[in-house]
């Protein structure tokens, strides 16, 4: 879709500006191409592009101009007062169109950088990034999660301004756990608090702070990791989850294979959605986890249940794509790999079909272990099913196992059972 331009006189720089931007315009197809999408989708998208022509020509707006503020004065000012001849107006889409405008410009070397928080406090985070990244080794998500904590904290107490690292002292540092503590519901996820804080805390020392005092101020809350029951679908409930699956409409067959993923073979959702069509041995029966949890590869055999569901999957629904990934997604960006967070949400829709009142994914894999355990299964069979790499992670489940708990149980006080015994001895 070429880009309109002005016809009318004394507009040679717009004119220009806009060649320019035409420029631009295969490589912004191709990666939307690249991307999975659709060719109508690719058209929709390019009209926001000319759209935007439009206006930089009518404005005398230049292409080195560009940015995220750019983008937000076209939308939020243009749009809603829009007259020109384009049927690109929906905001929402505009944005995300211009959104991957942003991206090949940038690419290309044609705007300018994503902008770079030049704040002392901004500057000191990508330093601490780098040294988690670096030194540490921490995933990304664990890095974003630990230097959302810490910028919290720097910014309540230095704003845009200078960072004062002696200024933090362990009192201020109890308050502000205190106020985060607010936002957590359980001492598990606290702890993630803890965790960022000793961290940045303890990177500080080696730069020469000290540190000893705010590495005490804060504790991990007491969690008794074998307190509570292991939650899990009771027998009937599965059943209902069961039937509930092998309905007609989108996306269904792909949901029937993931529950199934969870319930038969007790996966994590990061798992489900990481596995690969190379591992599946459709002869010989078994799937192969790679990149788990433990760091290791298992194979385990695949359940003529679990199989049949995601054979009907690649035969009848998923889209092709350029990757060898099982689940695929079915909407743009199709050559995306998913990932856990869709998992958790299809699982989410299952029990809501099924009229379950459920909503972790996590759930059927502690339901897998229970029905191993009233099945007969011995705990290290539970364990080796599970892939824990140590038998006190599978010891929870012991509390689950009503049949060796019955073995052991003493008479409760006072019980005809309990003067039996006593006659006995």
Not at 251 to 273: F, I, K, Q, T, Y
Not at 281 to 292: F, S, V
Request: net charge positive.
């Amino acid at each position: 879709m070429p880009i309109p331009r002005p016809s009318r006189s004394g507009t040679s720089g717009c004119t220009s500006n806009c060649a320019q931007l035409e420029r631009h315009l295969p490589a912004y197809r191709e990666y939307l191409l690249d991307r999975g999408n659709a060719a109508g989708y690719v058209r929709c998208r390019e009209a926001a592009v000319a759209h935007l022509s439009m206006w930089m020509a009518q404005a005398d707006k230049r292409l080195a101009n560009i940015d995220e503020g750019f983008v937000t004065d076209f939308v939020e000012r243009h749009l809603p007062r829009c007259k020109c001849a384009t049927v690109a107006r929906h905001p929402a889409s505009v944005r995300a169109a211009l959104g991957h405008l942003l991206v090949v410009l940038r690419a290309a070397g044609a705007i300018a950088p994503m902008p770079q928080d030049a704040t002392p406090v901004g500057q000191e985070l990508r330093c601490y990034d780098q040294y988690m990244a670096q030194v540490r080794g921490l995933a990304p998500k664990t890095r974003e999660g630990g230097l959302r904590v810490v910028e919290a904290l720097l910014r309540k107490h230095f704003g845009d301004g200078d960072i004062q690292f002696e200024a933090i002292t362990p009192e201020r540092v109890r308050r502000f756990f205190a106020s985060q503590a607010r936002n957590y519901t359980t001492p598990s996820s606290l702890g993630v608090v803890v965790s960022a804080l000793r961290g940045y805390f303890r990177w500080r020392a080696t730069l020469g702070d000290r540190t000893h005092a705010l590495v005490g101020a804060v504790s991990y809350p007491a969690n008794w990791q074998l307190a509570p029951l292991p939650k899990s679908l009771a027998p009937e409930e599965v059943e209902q989850l069961i039937a509930s699956l092998g309905q007609t409409g989108p996306s269904m067959r792909r949901a029937d294979a993931m529950v199934r993923c969870a319930l038969d073979l007790g996966l994590r959702s990061g798992e489900v959605a990481r596995l690969s069509l190379d591992d599946i041995d459709w002869e010989a029966g078994t799937i192969t986890l790679r990149r788990t949890k433990g760091r290791r590869e298992d194979v385990m055999p695949l359940p003529l249940a679990t199989g049949q569901a995601i054979a009907a999957y690649l035969r009848d629904e998923r889209p092709r794509t350029q990757h060898r990934m099982v689940f695929a997604r079915h909407m743009t960006p199709r050559e995306q790999p998913i990932g856990p967070d869709l998992v958790r949400k299809t699982i989410r829709q299952a029990y809501a079909r099924a009229g379950l009142p459920h909503t972790r994914a996590h759930l059927l894999r502690h339901t897998m272990a229970s029905r191993l355990l009233a099945g007969g299964s011995s705990l290290k069979e539970v364990a080796d099913v599970l892939r824990h790499r140590s038998l006190n992670t599978t010891l929870i489940y012991a509390k689950l196992d009503s049949r060796r708990l019955v073995e052991v149980a003493l008479p409760w006080p006072g019980s005809c059972a309990a003067g039996a015994a006593g006659r006995q001895s």
